[in-house]
């Protein structure tokens, strides 16, 4: 669920170009900051590792994202992103916030998000 305050496509959008301070601004409104964004399927944290946002990725983290949660299409964990980015320190970082070493957890199909719960 995106939360109940704050914009999470701009949430998502901040994070992806390095907005620290748009960034912050969100998840003091209440964005989930494990959100993933129901288009591209990647959380906050997962694609400011991409870019190589190292400051928007420890606020992320500093505010609970989930070092292990991978993009939901293609089971990719920010690790693994930073790895393929090349981004070492991000690599530092997320094994400090308990990222694990290997494959991602299997994780249900993407859809079953858009179902109601039974």
Do not use: I
Not at 11 to 36: I, K, M, P, S, T
Not at 79 to 106: D, I, K, N, V, Y
């Amino acid at each position: 669920m995106a939360g109940a305050g704050g914009d999470w496509k701009d949430f998502y959008a901040a994070a992806e170009r390095g907005d620290l301070h748009c960034v912050r601004y969100h998840l003091r409104n209440g964005v989930d900051v494990d959100y993933q964004h129901p288009e591209v399927m990647q959380s906050a944290l997962f694609v400011s590792v991409l870019h190589c946002h190292e400051a928007v990725a420890r606020a992320l983290l500093e505010h609970g994202a989930d070092p292990n949660l991978p993009a939901q299409l293609g089971s990719v964990t920010p690790l693994q992103a930073a790895r393929q980015a090349g981004c070492e320190a991000l690599q530092a970082l997320l094994l400090a916030f308990g990222a694990r070493l290997g494959r991602a957890a299997a994780r249900s199909p993407w859809w079953l998000r858009w179902l109601p719960s039974l």
